[in-house]
């Protein structure tokens, strides 16, 4: 297998994070369809809970939003729902996410998405030291530390992981 390269061209959200002055590593690695967190967690060498996922998620009015969830975690969709509050939260479908944000599904980035949405985090992810987050390529994440996501995002902590 040949090494993969340690760079990869900017995309919208590494723009957004060097344009805000943050630091961040680049790691790269071979996507796999479905493989998600835990694809990426095991080419790395990464804990997959400090893996963060970027869920666009809708509200029960079809208003997109978006939430960071620890790899090895999944959202409770009726706790999310109580928390901030609404009626009902639900998965976009893979187009309508991809329409909002502006990035394929499995290289979905919270940094530089097409349209601003809110920003859910769930509350335990800042707590980290460092957190890998999708750079907004598939087979690209960004290590940064995850108090950026409250800083530049203005990420609001929930606790809603399951």
């Known amino acids: ?40 967690s095991k080419q790395l060498g990464v804990d997959e809970h400090a893996v963060v996922k970027t869920l666009v998620m809708q509200d029960e009015k079809a208003e997109p939003l978006i939430v960071l969830m620890h790899g090895d975690k999944t959202v409770s969709l009726k706790e999310l729902a109580r928390q901030i509050p609404c009626k009902k939260v639900e998965p976009c479908k893979p187009e309508v996410a991809q329409r909002h944000s502006g990035y394929q599904v499995g290289g979905t980035s919270p940094f530089g998405v097409r349209k601003a949405m809110p920003v859910f985090v769930e509350a335990s992810i800042l707590a980290l030291e460092k957190i890998c987050i999708n750079g907004g390529r598939r087979g690209y994440l960004v290590g940064i530390a995850p108090q950026v996501l409250t800083e530049l995002l203005g990420a609001r902590p929930v606790h809603c992981a399951n």
């Open 1 to 40: 297998m040949s090494k993969k390269s340690t760079h990869v061209s900017e995309t919208p959200a590494t723009q957004m994070l060097k344009r805000a002055g943050v630091a961040f590593t680049e790691h790269v690695y071979d996507y796999v369809d479905h493989g998600g967190t835990a694809e990426s």
